[in-house]
């Protein structure tokens, strides 16, 4: 069983599109995240959900709407996409508590904005 | 807010050499290093990690060193074989209030072990 997945894997679209990345856990944490990855590589956190409720959100430009509908799930939906989006996004989950800091990443999405 | 260096962003051993990653952050708050490992076209996996009340940990092959006075904190991977080629990510945070779970990552280094 895969402990956090995210769907889809791969996504190609179109600037100005609108486009959703799903994704579960099934380990019973409280907190999840979503992270973008860069074409350089360089991590950067988006946003982060604690049982349900909005933690953070890092300066992110507002065509980007997190959902969490119950604390094992957190989506993204991206509105009019920009060449600049393309990355690969992943969500992550993390337990409460003393583990609060320690994720467990998903495969991530690749988007790609032509 | 935290800001995390990583260096070097590339590093080049021979199968069986130590490889050695160095970290700086900027927030004397952070209380939690953890370092990532990350295959091309895989997901980041923790490797390792060390809470500020330690200043040293070790996990067979790789140990993760911590100097709280200087800010910074290192990965040492002895004995490299091929399968250690990766990119290494060191991340800082600390736990509480608005930051709660939150890793800031340095820039990575991507670390190729010759065979």
């Not at chain 1, 894997?9 to 609108?18: I, R």
């Not at chain 1, 509908?69 to 690969?88: R, Y």
């Not at chain 2, 070097?8 to 069986?16: A, D, N």
Request: proline share 4%; hydrophobic share 30%; glycine share 8%.
């Amino acid at each position: 069983d895969t402990a956090v997945s995210q769907t889809p894997k791969y996504l190609v679209t179109q600037m100005g599109n609108d486009k959703s990345i799903k994704c579960e856990q099934n380990l019973g944490h409280d907190t999840m995240y979503w992270y973008k990855q860069d074409s350089k590589k360089f991590l950067k956190i988006m946003f982060s959900y604690n049982n349900k409720e909005l933690i953070i959100n890092e300066t992110v430009p507002n065509r980007f709407s997190p959902k969490s509908p119950d604390k094992a799930h957190l989506n993204l939906h991206i509105n009019s996409l920009e060449l600049g989006d393309s990355a690969v996004y992943f969500c992550a989950s993390s337990r409460g508590g003393s583990g609060a800091n320690v994720l467990t990443f998903g495969a991530g999405s690749r988007l790609t904005v032509l | 807010g935290e800001n995390v260096e990583q260096h070097p962003s590339t590093l080049s051993v021979q199968e069986g050499d130590s490889a050695v990653i160095k970290c700086t952050y900027s927030d004397s708050a952070s209380n939690y290093f953890p370092w990532y490992k990350q295959e091309l076209g895989k997901r980041p996996q923790l490797i390792i990690d060390i809470r500020s009340n330690v200043g040293e940990k070790k996990d067979q092959r790789i140990a993760v060193t911590l100097n709280k006075t200087a800010k910074h904190f290192s990965l040492h991977i002895t004995e490299t074989q091929p399968e250690d080629s990766a990119v290494y990510f060191c991340a800082a945070s600390r736990r509480g209030g608005t930051s709660y779970g939150k890793l800031t990552f340095g820039q990575g280094t991507i670390l190729t072990v010759h065979p």
